[in-house]
C-alpha cells in the first residue's frame, strides 16, 4: 500500500540516489518551488545523489540553459538526463533512417543541432521524401492540439513512416496553462496504425543513461524515483523495480481533495486502484 510521508528527508536516508521530475516537481515551468529545491538540497548535503531525469525532447544542456534562467540553484542537483539525450542517440544511430521529416518546435532546433563532437544529424526533409518522423512536439503547444496534425500524420501512417517519439509525456502544465506534448502526437499516431518509438519516461534507455552518468550499479544502487506522471515517472520506476514517490500536487492535483498539498488516502487509493498503478510513497508537494 502507498505510503503518503511528510518530507523527502523522512526517508531519505533509505537511498543513494534520487531520479526526480522537473515540470510538476521541482518547477512549474516558470519558476522553480522552494519547497522543492530546499529537499534536493538538503538529500545532497546528506550525501545522496540528485539525477534531474526529464522527458523534455531537448539535449540536457539546453534544459540546464532553462533552469539556470529560472533560479534553480546548480547545488540542487548532480547531473541532467533528458528524454532529448536518448532519443537524440537513437536518431544518430539511424532509428528512423537518414532523411527524416520534423514535428516541432523552433526552441526544440537544440535537437538538431548540439550534438556530441563528431555526430551528423540526419537530413530534415518534407514528409514525401522521409524515411521517418522525428517528433519532439507541437510547432506550437500554446494555441495547437493534436486535432490540428490528423492529414500530417495520415499521411506519415499512409506511406509507413516510423515517428521517433522525443518526449512520451501526453499533456504538461505550464504555470496555469495546460499544453500538449509529443506524447500525445505519437499516440494519435499509433491510433490510427503508425508505428512510435520511445525513449524517455517510462521506457529503459532513459533509466540506463542516468545510471550510467552516475555511475551507479544498477543491481546494488539504492534509488528513489520521483514524479508527478503516474504513467510515466511512477510506472517507469516500477517496470525498473526502483521505489518510487508520487507527487500528487502535480498533474494530477484535482483529484485528491480540496487541498493539494494534502492528499486525501481514501481518494487516493482509489484513484491509484483504478490505475493498479501503486507508488511506494506519496506526498503533495516535493518538500
Known amino acids: 500500500m502507498t505510503e503518503i510521508i511528510p518530507s523527502l528527508a523522512s526517508i531519505a536516508a533509505r537511498y543513494d540516489a534520487v531520479f526526480c521530475d522537473l515540470w510538476g516537481c521541482l518547477h512549474n515551468g516558470k519558476t522553480p518551488y522552494p519547497a522543492a529545491v530546499a529537499a534536493l538540497q538538503g538529500f545532497r548535503a546528506g550525501g545522496g545523489k540528485v539525477a534531474l531525469v526529464t522527458n523534455a525532447p531537448r ?10 534562467r529560472m533560479g534553480v540553484p546548480r547545488d540542487a542537483w548532480d547531473l541532467v538526463v533528458s528524454s532529448g539525450d536518448a532519443a537524440q542517440t537513437a536518431m544518430l544511430q539511424g532509428a528512423v533512417g537518414q532523411k527524416v521529416f520534423h514535428i516541432g518546435a523552433v526552441k526544440d532546433e537544440d535537437f538538431f543541432t548540439m550534438l556530441p563532437e563528431g555526430a551528423v ?16 512536439g507541437l510547432e506550437d503547444d500554446l494555441t495547437e ?32 496553462k495546460r499544453l500538449y506534448c509529443a506524447g500525445a502526437l505519437a499516440g494519435a499516431y499509433e491510433d490510427m496504425g503508425g508505428t512510435a518509438l520511445y525513449f524517455g519516461k517510462p521506457h529503459p534507455p532513459i533509466y540506463d543513461l542516468a545510471r550510467a552518468r552516475l555511475g551507479l550499479q544498477s543491481d546494488e544502487a539504492r534509488i528513489l524515483c520521483i514524479g508527478d506522471g503516474i504513467g510515466t515517472d511512477v510506472a517507469g520506476g516500477i517496470a525498473e523495480v526502483l521505489d518510487t514517490l508520487f507527487i500528487t500536487a502535480g498533474l494530477a492535483a484535482d483529484q485528491f481533495g480540496p487541498d493539494p498539498a494534502t492528499p486525501d488516502a481514501g481518494l487516493l487509493t482509489d484513484w491509484l486502484a483504478e490505475r493498479q498503478i501503486y507508488p511506494t510513497f506519496a506526498m503533495g508537494f516535493l518538500g
Do not use: S, W
Open 121 to 136: 544529424a540526419p537530413e530534415r526533409v518534407g514528409m514525401l521524401e522521409a524515411e521517418g518522423i522525428v517528433c519532439t
Open 59 to 68: 539535449p540536457h544542456a539546453t534544459v540546464i540553459a532553462q533552469l539556470d
Open 145 to 176: 492540439t493534436p486535432a490540428d496534425y490528423r492529414a500530417q500524420l495520415l499521411l506519415g501512417k499512409t506511406r509507413g513512416l516510423p515517428m521517433l517519439c522525443a518526449n512520451p509525456d501526453i499533456i504538461a502544465d505550464l504555470g496555469d
